[in-house]
């Protein structure tokens, strides 16, 4: 056969051979320092979102977090350190101030876990992908979301243990927990976005994920979990006012455990925090995550 009919033969069986091997394919164009299209970086995060929930599952399976003594750690872990605290805190203070003390500790602990969980499993999720980062197309943002995914399956099972710390001591469920939906969707967007922060920081400076437990241990004692924001001095209301966790787990926690209504401002100073950072976190994340590549 000549070269020419070669070539003939080659043009014509190349479009079904294509075809039958490639189907429905996406192609990404490299794109100049600063945001992607985002139109078709959302549009293709949500045709993906499968890709992120199995991502999820297996890191699941591979810490055995969904197993029984799994999920068992997950729940005894700021059980017992939740009881720790109110001890402390009860020899430091001469006794029991208030009856629902310890209800108000584990409701604190939970969501700040949570937080934390986002974080640290976000400051890891890019470096830890490093193999099908390089390998694979798609949105990065999908590894920080996994995360995050991770992070809320295993606050879920923390739910009836504090149904059950509540009733044991007689705090009991008011009506204003419903409210306490929606601000733990504040705290899931701000723990997403400091996810996605953090995410990139790790890429970039790899010591991050190793002071970050001292980081969150320090935000944990500056944070309204085990005291009561009304217990602030008046010189130590800079922490109202620059740390985001004060009105999120503080209002957190009157609407769980005080069962009183929060101020509108507190509503609108943890919905500023929570949306604000995951606008900047996802801004920093996706102008910088066509470079992950190279830095892994």
């Not at 003390?101 to 992908?129: E, P, R």
């Amino acid at each position: 056969m000549s070269d020419q009919s070669r070539q003939d033969a080659s043009a014509s069986s190349s479009p079904a051979v294509v075809d039958d091997y490639l189907g429905e394919f996406h192609v990404y164009e490299p794109h100049k320092a600063g945001l992607p299209p985002l139109r078709d970086y959302f549009k293709e995060l949500w045709r993906r979102r499968e890709f992120a929930i199995e991502m999820s599952r297996a890191q699941v399976r591979a810490q055995n977090s969904d197993t029984v003594f799994g999920v068992l750690w997950n729940v005894l872990n700021p059980l017992l350190l939740g009881a720790v605290y109110f001890v402390l805190i009860a020899i430091l203070s001469g006794g029991f101030k208030q009856k629902d003390q310890f209800a108000h500790i584990m409701a604190g602990l939970f969501a700040f876990y949570f937080v934390s969980g986002c974080m640290a499993g976000g400051a890891s999720s890019v470096t830890s992908a490093g193999k099908i980062i390089m390998n694979t197309a798609f949105p990065r943002m999908l590894v920080v979301l996994s995360a995050v995914y991770i992070a809320f399956r295993k606050f879920l099972p923390t739910i009836p243990v504090y149904v059950a710390v509540a009733l044991f001591t007689k705090v009991g469920i008011p009506w204003t927990a419903v409210f306490a939906i929606p601000m733990f969707f504040l705290i899931m967007l701000f723990g997403t976005g400091m996810a996605l922060l953090l995410a990139t920081s790790q890429v970039y400076f790899r010591d991050t994920s190793s002071f970050l437990p001292y980081v969150t241990r320090i935000w944990l004692y500056t944070s309204p979990v085990l005291w009561y924001p009304e217990q602030v001095r008046e010189a130590l209301r800079v922490l109202e006012i620059f740390n985001p966790l004060f009105s999120l787990l503080g209002g957190w926690g009157d609407l769980l455990v005080k069962g009183e209504l929060i101020p509108w401002t507190t509503w609108v100073v943890a919905a500023l925090w929570s949306v604000g950072t995951l606008i900047v976190g996802a801004i920093v994340f996706m102008s910088r995550e066509r470079d992950f590549a190279v830095r892994l």
